[in-house]
């Protein structure tokens, strides 16, 4: 069965204080894993897609990377305005209808203080 | 967002009354979704559809049904509205497969 777990639940941050969030996942046939930001009352916004182990991509003060089994979202010196709920999600390989359904994890609520 | 539109964004039902959700997109997607939200549980799908008139099941799809006549629109139907289906309801779309979705800014369904 498809999994993603996230972690920590919740992270508090001081302003400029790095920190990393982790994703793991199980999955057979990794078609591709994606960050999404979620604010308050709002839907998610899409961060980034990762599709192969070892890539890495960057927007702002947000770094993600993929191994096999997890990825990061690296956080440097974070601001105020980080502060949301960060969603991963993987996508399997899969052909026919679905073409492989987004699978959620239930997400890491990022707090950042001034 | 751009490009997606859910209606109506509140509403209040009471329990055993039929609702319908509308999503509508102006990107021609060939793939649309409705997920719902609730704390602990993240997002799950419940139903999806990738083309007109082709629509399959999700992880929670029962007691809620969905049409999809035109490519734009995706409506999701409670048949009898219940207690537990009181949740944030989350409109997709996507291009195809390697693509992310797209989602909409939310449909917050209260059902007393």
Redesign the interface.
């Known amino acids: 069965e498809d999994q993603v777990t996230q972690s920590p639940e919740a992270l508090r941050l001081q302003e400029g204080e790095s920190s990393s969030l982790n994703c793991s996942y199980t999955v057979s046939g990794l078609r591709g894993l994606f960050w999404y930001r979620q604010d308050p009352g709002k839907g998610p916004e899409f961060l980034f897609t990762l599709y192969s182990a070892g890539e890495e991509k960057e927007k702002e003060r947000l770094k993600a990377t993929l191994t096999k089994k997890e990825s990061f979202l690296h956080i440097t010196a974070p601001k105020p305005e980080d502060s949301a709920t960060y969603l991963c999600a993987v996508q399997a390989m899969r052909y026919g209808g679905s073409q492989g359904n987004l699978i959620f994890g239930k997400g890491t609520k990022l707090s950042v203080k001034p | 967002?751009a490009g997606i539109t859910q209606s109506p964004r509140h509403k209040v039902t009471e329990t055993g009354t039929p609702v319908t959700l509308r999503c509508h997109q102006t990107e021609n997607h060939r793939?649309m979704?409705w997920y719902r939200q609730d704390p602990?549980?993240?997002?799950?799908?419940i139903h999806?559809s990738?083309g007109v008139k082709?629509t399959?099941k999700?992880e929670v799809s029962d007691g809620y049904s969905v049409s999809r006549s035109k490519t734009e629109d995706f409506l999701l139907t409670l048949e009898s509205a219940t207690s537990s289906q009181t949740s944030v309801y989350?409109c997709?779309i996507s291009a195809?497969?390697?693509?992310?979705?797209?989602?909409?800014?939310?449909t917050r369904l209260t059902v007393v």
């Open positions: 967002d793939y979704y602990g549980h993240g997002l799950r799908l999806y990738y082709d399959d999700g989350f997709a195809g497969a390697g693509y992310g979705y797209t989602f909409g800014s939310g």
